[in-house]
């Protein structure tokens, strides 16, 4: 099994920044897809941006422009650099595969932007 520590988050005001981490116990260069998710109290978990085996990436249309997924195979290390923070942000965020592996999540990071 491959293992995906996360790190970062933190309790931050709306319009400041943060950027979170996802540790791989495995090599990550060929995965096709990797993300981060995220899941608001009350709310359904959401995809939240996609990188691939190419580094292309993808956004969920609320965090366009404001958000960054990248990775850094050498690390096997996936990041998320979160900028112009909403209260909306808040919630507790996980990396996974895309689609995502049954025991492979992170172990989460709570977000909570205060407004």
């Known amino acids: 099994q491959v293992q995906l520590v996360q790190s970062g988050g933190g309790l931050v005001q709306a319009g400041g920044s943060l950027t979170l981490s996802c540790a791989a116990s495995g090599h990550i260069a060929s995965i096709d897809h990797m993300g981060w998710y995220r899941r608001a109290p009350g709310l359904q978990r959401e995809l939240v941006a996609v990188?691939?085996?190419?580094?292309?990436?993808n956004y969920i249309d609320s965090v366009k422009g404001r958000f960054t997924i990248s990775k850094d195979n050498a690390k096997n290390t996936m990041y998320l650099e979160m900028a112009d923070l909403k209260p909306e942000d808040t919630a507790v965020y996980y990396c996974?595969?895309?689609?995502?592996?049954?025991?492979?999540w992170g172990q989460g990071t709570q977000v909570t932007v205060s407004s």
């Open positions: 990188i691939s085996n190419k580094d292309v990436t």
């Open positions: 996974n595969y895309v689609p995502p592996g049954q025991k492979s």
